[in-house]
């Protein structure tokens, strides 16, 4: 008994440091994923970045030869949103929806990307005005009535936002944003009910 607690140190030593070691092993293993993970991402946005400049390279170079077709202009302007060039996108929406020849039904899927654009610049109004289109062409575009209470919001049209959300839940009842949405402005409304709004600030 004496023989084994004189070497206990000695043991206790060794497995502190083989457990020092193992600890320091998983740190590293971590850093390492996680430096992986990070660089893969970044690695994922180049590649995506340098898609959507060829594409919008490849589109523009039609449209500036005026062989681009209105569902080309709309996928210019869908590529210029998602690189948030608003003024630009706004152009080649406007251009397709005057040059569109399909149906109604997808022309509305136009006027909500150009309200989208709309909404980045900051016009409400004519936002507003698109999505109301959007919704007009295809009543049951849920992502658009979405979209168009988002910006009635936006423009603290709080009642008219609460319409726009209710009428996504008719037609998508366990829509998760507009449930959310639903339910924080309609506690919002009731509590302002009643008193003046004031004059916004120009």
Known sequence: AAAVARASP???YELAGSLDLTVQGAYLAILLLLIGGGGFLTARQILIRRELDMTAKDLTDSARKNEATSDEYFELGVVLL???YYAPAVKNLKQAIETWEGDE??????HNALGFAY???GSLSAAIREY???VEFQPGYVIAWNNLADAYEKADQLEEALEAYR?????DPDNEIA????SKLAIKVER????PKLPRKQ
């Open 132 to 134: 109301r289109v959007a």
């Open 167 to 171: 009428e996504a839940l008719r037609y």
């Open 179 to 182: 449930n959310r949405q639903a």
């Open 119 to 121: 909404t980045g610049m």
């Open 82 to 84: 998602r690189k948030r």
């Open 192 to 195: 302002l009910r009643g008193i």
């Open 105 to 110: 039904a997808d022309l509305s899927q136009v």
């Open 10 to 12: 000695d043991a206790v």
